[in-house]
């Protein structure tokens, strides 16, 4: 994908009015993404453009309007608005930038205006469906008393309510109890919630057409009114309303994050993208939901390729670079990625947290306590940095301090992810598990596709013998991240110790096959030509075997295991990992040709778990009286320095019966 210069100054164009019109309604996420996108992008030499084409460009309008304080209104009648209000909107501005949310909102919506808008209404009000548990009711205008909205700019009533709202944001934080305290039950809830909507509903119903449709407006309150339902649960009508406004205005990033926080499957993004705007940024929320969703396909990497060579210098873009190897399991690509994004913005702590989450899995000690530092240096205050210094404490095995800066950092966002999920690890470590099911549950809350809450969950559980309850997060975590083989081995366990051998070893044969998809480069047809398995789960899956009495399949699994401590299966192993009927892959059932597909690769060398596997083939083949082969295993045994005095005894047994002339002395 490349721009020619006209094409990168009209893109510059909007965004510089992006920013502008976020600054306005102190937006200040979605302006500060649109101005560091803006800026990523190469100057380009306006002398070189055709001067009579650019004064008709909306770019260049844009351009010239960036030296202005206020972006202009094309529409008239909202122009006249905006400047009849203009010395109220820089006061109430003004009340919003002192973090004064009920001052600013009363400039324009006055208590006894708002009482009067949001009074009782008739019985005749409609009640939209939604998915979600919420319900937006859409009434009339003018409630029972006569009561209307007054006649101001959309600019000005969005910056009131979205005052308001925030002014019931930080009105809940101050209710909360302290993170993790005997009375936080993280059941505060906005209590202005319901006035904004009602305000909003009766401003899209007044401009509500005969035919029952609203006339278009700028896409500003479209983005709140969704905004509003999704914090009450009406998911679908949230979607709907946020479709309508990045149509109207597509460039407001945060828009389009609300909208993925609403999706939860690939499927519904692949639905949501039919019904976007064909637009450069829904193409960077394709990328950005797909990377909240664990995808890592070459099809992602590409698309991501494309839009840094238009942005080369992108702190977004280079953050979902480095996410995307984080997810194929590529650790040292991620870590360098996310190495040169620090050494290009040295002072943005944004996603940092998930920086230290990779220097901790890598047990890279003095690079994560430079982090820590780092973060401290910049905003010791800011939850990323204390998710950062969280995580060098856990390396450091302080799992106490661990935990007080987790709650610090739930103290500055109790919406903070990582904090929840980590804090639930750290309270594992402690032995706490009722505070650790806390923290998962909380982090669920927070999204529901954080596969690392589910596990942890389901470790915790299994911790406490309750394997049913264990099994059902395991699940969600391996829905979640079904090419994890992580994911598949934790259920396979638990359906192990639940009696149920059979679905265990199903379970089993997905954790091969994900763990082989990896090592393909994220390729299916890859993962089952590379076909091989971890030591540990080819040993679980023989040992369920031999609890079924199917011992021919637990040899042939036994063989495998062993196999794998020099990379090339053996003669022997004449069974591929068949997958069942509804795991990923199962349609390739091209018989005994798949146990052999592994060879060449690196082998593991000796483990506790391929002597395992050698001394139940030595027993089995002393039960089936083949009395050279369990003496040549029992040999290997020894040489192993593992099971030495079991292989040991089972020689000294093998040579008696061979004195003894049996059937397989020979």
Known sequence: MSLNDRERFQLRGALQEAVLKCSERCLYQSAKWAAELLNSIPEVDISSLDSSQLRDDRGYASAVMASAVLAPNTDPEEAVLEARDIGRYLLAKSLFDCREYDRCAAVFLPEATLTGIISPRDTSATTPKGKGKGKATVGTSKPNNGQTIP???????????????????????????????????????????????????????????????????????????????????????????????????????????????LITRVDDLNRVMSRVPEHIVSFMFHIYTSLEL??????????????????????????????????????????????????????????????????????????????????????????????????????????????????????????CLSAWTLMGHEYVELKNTHAAIESYRRAVDVNRRDYRAWYGLGQTYEVLEMHAYALWYYKKAAGLRPWDGKMWMAVGSCLQRMGRNQDGIKALKRALLADSYYEAGNSLEGAADSMRGDPEILLQIAGMYDNLGEFENAKAYMEMCVA????????????????????????????????????????????????????????????????????????????????????????REVRSRMESGGPGAS
């Open 294 to 415: 664990y995808q890592h396909d070459a099809n992602l990497a590409s698309s991501l390729d494309k839009l840094l060579y238009i942005f080369p210098s992108s702190s977004f873009l280079l953050t979902c670079n480095a996410l995307l190897s984080y997810h194929a399991k590529d650790l040292v690509a991620a870590e360098q990625n996310f190495s040169h994004l620090l050494s290009v913005h040295p002072y943005r702590l944004d996603s940092l947290d998930h920086y230290s989450n990779i220097l901790y899995v890598m047990n890279a000690r003095p690079k994560l306590a430079f982090l820590a530092h780092l973060c401290s240096n910049v905003d010791k205050f800011r939850p990323e940095s204390c998710v950062v210094i969280g995580n060098y404490y856990s390396l450091l095995s302080l799992h106490e301090k661990a935990v007080q800066y987790f709650r610090r950092a739930l103290t500055l966002d109790r919406a």
């Open 564 to 651: 794998q401590e020099i990379g090339s299966p053996g003669e022997s192993q004449s069974e591929s990992i068949t997958i069942h009927h509804d795991s990923p892959g199962g349609d390739s059932d091209d018989g005994g040709d798949g146990a052999s597909r592994g060879a060449g690769t690196e082998g593991t060398g000796v483990t506790a778990a391929t002597s395992k596997a050698r001394m139940w083939l030595a027993r089995f083949a002393m039960r089936t009286e083949d009395y050279a082969t369990a003496n040549r295993l029992a040999n290997e045994l020894c040489q192993d320095g593992v099971e030495v005095e079991e292989a040991k005894a089972l020689i």
């Open 151 to 261: 006649k101001i700019s959309q600019r000005s009533l969005f910056l009131a309510l979205y005052a308001k709202f925030l002014s019931g944001e930080k009105r809940k934080d101050e209710d909360a109890e302290m993170v993790m305290g005997p009375q936080d039950l993280g059941t505060c809830k906005n209590k202005q919630l319901t006035t904004v909507s009602r305000v909003l509903e009766a401003w899209f119903e007044s401009r509500k057409t005969e035919d029952g449709d609203f006339v278009d407006g700028q896409g500003w309150l479209e983005y709140l009114y969704g905004m509003i339902l999704a914090k009450e649960k009406n998911d679908e009508l949230a979607l709907y309303w946020l479709v309508r406004s990045v149509h109207l205005f597509p460039m407001n990033w945060g828009c389009w994050l609300e909208m993925s926080a």
